[in-house]
């Protein structure tokens, strides 16, 4: 099965872009590249998706379609929660 993640956050957001190639990087090595769908959002030009999820701030992460983390998690939050997904 196929594991979705969206990290949803503005452009131009440095704090953004350096956690994202770190989390990307943890989400391989847990799912595996062949089991990982990583997809960036760009709040501006997604918005009204970003409403839907719950996203009151940035950077936000979704997994399959559910908000998991409203805040930029550390890597160690990050594999914790994606562990029970490897098995799947």
Same mark, same amino acid.
């Given at each position: *099965? ?16 350096? !956690?994202?190639? +770190?989390?990307?990087?943890? !989400? $391989?090595?847990?799912?595996?590249? %062949?089991? =990982?769908?990583?997809?960036?959002? &760009?709040?501006? +030009?997604?918005? %009204?998706? $970003? ?5 009151? @701030? *940035?950077?936000?992460? !979704?997994? &399959?379609?559910?908000?998991?983390? @409203?805040? =930029?998690? /550390?890597? +160690?939050?990050?594999? /914790? =929660?994606?562990?029970? =997904? $490897?098995?799947?």
């Amino acid at each position: *099965m196929k594991v979705k993640i969206e990290v949803i956050a503005a452009p131009g957001c440095r704090k953004c872009a350096g !956690a994202q190639s +770190e989390l990307r990087a943890v !989400a $391989a090595s847990v799912l595996g590249e %062949d089991r =990982l769908v990583w997809r960036e959002v &760009n709040v501006l +030009e997604e918005f %009204d998706y $970003a409403v839907a999820l719950g996203v009151l @701030s *940035m950077p936000a992460i !979704a997994v &399959n379609g559910e908000l998991k983390f @409203s805040s =930029l998690p /550390t890597p +160690e939050q990050f594999r /914790t =929660l994606l562990s029970p =997904l $490897a098995s799947c």
